[in-house]
């Protein structure tokens, strides 16, 4: 069974950056498509980025693309989300999403392409 877990979130204020992080275990690591997605009050869940886990193609929603990146550690199992330049309304709840054996596709991603999901990891970004 694979579990996946985030960390990293916090409060920073606006222009400030954070780095969320993602530990995957149950599973193996390489091979898979690694999401990350947010939702914020009252919000649908978003999707922002995607990692080929153990290659090195990433795609991400236009939103985030320049902002935000995602990348991986193979060794560690685990990846990562840097965000630079937060404005108040990046404030959301940060969640990792694991797909096995599959290819994350350059656009469109949802929720429903991911099998496995964390908790998520708060990310709160004040004026």
């Known amino acids: 069974q694979v579990q996946v877990a985030e960390s990293g979130g916090g409060s920073v204020q606006a222009g400030g950056s954070l780095r969320l992080s993602c530990t995957v275990s149950g599973g193996t690591f390489s091979g898979n498509a690694l999401g990350w997605f947010r939702q914020g009050p009252g919000k649908e869940r978003e999707w922002v980025a995607c990692i080929n886990t153990g290659r090195s193609a990433t795609s991400y929603d236009d939103s985030f693309r320049g902002r935000f990146t995602i990348s991986q550690d193979s060794a560690k199992n685990m990846a990562y989300l840097a965000m630079y330049t937060l404005k108040p309304e990046d404030s959301a709840t940060y969640f990792c999403?694991?797909?096995?054996?599959?290819?994350?596709?350059?656009?469109?991603?949802?929720?429903?392409?991911?099998?496995?999901w964390g908790q998520g990891t708060q990310v709160t970004v004040s004026s």
């Open positions: 999403a694991v797909k096995p054996r599959h290819l994350c596709r350059r656009k469109g991603l949802t929720p429903a392409d991911f099998d496995y």
